[in-house]
């Protein structure tokens, strides 16, 4: 019985955890600012970039994210503010 408790838990944790991924908001409204988070690893594009920083605002315990920088020549860096 523990096995299949094991099992099931290893097997659905990731499915859980993108299922509440930060999401992307233009207004913080009634959020909580927690932080920021920063990105300069190479994003080649828009999306790539607000992917990474998704990604890093989910490690923080985020439920949102909102872009407050993004530039670059060959390759992207961007900051986002985080909220819960």
Do not use: C, W
């Not at 999401?23 to 909580?32: M, V, W």
């Not at 990604?55 to 920088?69: L, N, P, W, Y």
């Amino acid at each position: 019985m523990k096995t299949l408790l094991i099992a099931v838990l290893t097997f659905t944790a990731p499915m859980a955890s993108s299922a509440f991924a930060a999401q992307e908001i233009d207004h913080p409204l009634g959020e909580q600012k927690i932080g920021t988070v920063s990105d300069s690893s190479g994003a080649t594009s828009l999306a790539d970039l607000e992917a990474k920083l998704q990604d890093k605002a989910d490690k923080a315990g985020a439920s949102a994210f909102h872009i407050t920088s993004a530039g670059g020549n060959n390759t992207l860096s961007g900051t986002a503010d985080i909220y819960r």
